[in-house]
């Protein structure tokens, strides 16, 4: 069965610039959890998606956005970058919606802002 | 709000010791998840613990889940190389996920 999957690995952009990121769950799964992970610091919570819905964000401004796909894949977008954005984006999935379900990991993407 | 903190942020133990984190919640959590992230890697799912004092063993890792259902403890028993990483607790409560600050570890051979 094949894990969750993430792109791309690694992205290059500019100030100003708008980031995309692509994450697909694991099959059956239908919650999608975006994370950042700047260089030494734990994980952010950014975004949680269950059925297509956003259920939840973090403490991150209105310039981080997503959405969840009717085949429970991801994207999230990073409007108006900042040199602070650079960081890795994790994504996870569980297979509902519920606090006990354990979240599997994707390999990430790693965004550098210049 | 909700936050959960974990101690020490960083750990170095000579190969052999044993080694501990410590996760502590503001607000009672329904269970606690601990994962671990290698260097350049992922976070992966280590266990669950559900139940008020409840003690899970894996071969040299113990987790301990306290009374409360407030904080939780990760213990290594005699560390080998192989467990440098951090490792990182995950407190439900409702629907929502709160990971822990992390605690790095570095074993010394």
């Known amino acids: 069965e094949a894990g969750v999957t993430q792109s791309p690995t690694h992205l290059i952009k500019t100030r100003g610039q708008q980031a995309t990121l692509r994450c697909s769950p694991i099959s059956g799964h239908t919650s999608v959890y975006w994370y950042q992970q700047a260089l030494g610091l734990g994980l952010q919570f950014l975004l949680w998606?269950?059925?297509?819905?956003?259920?939840n964000r973090g403490n991150f401004p209105p310039r981080f956005s997503g959405r969840q796909f009717p085949n429970y894949s991801s994207e999230l977008n990073v409007n108006a970058l900042e040199l602070e954005d650079s960081a890795l984006y994790l994504c996870a999935s569980s297979p509902g919606a519920g606090s006990t379900d354990t979240q599997y990991f994707g390999p990430g993407t790693r965004l550098t802002v210049l | 709000g909700q936050q959960v903190m974990q101690i020490p942020q960083y750990q170095h133990v000579q190969e052999g010791e044993d080694f501990t984190t410590y996760c502590n919640s503001s607000t009672t959590l329904s269970n606690i998840q601990w994962y671990k992230q290698r260097p350049g890697g992922h976070p992966v799912f280590l266990i669950q613990l559900v139940k008020s004092g409840e003690v899970k063993k894996q071969k040299r890792l113990t987790f301990q889940f306290g009374e409360a259902k407030k904080n939780s403890s990760l213990h290594i028993t005699a560390t080998q190389t192989t467990d440098v990483g951090t490792y990182f607790c995950?407190?439900?409560?409702?629907?929502?996920?709160?990971f822990g600050t992390g605690t790095s570890l570095t074993v010394i051979p």
């Open positions: 995950a407190g439900g409560t409702g629907n929502q996920f709160y």
């Open positions: 998606y269950d059925e297509g819905e956003e259920r």
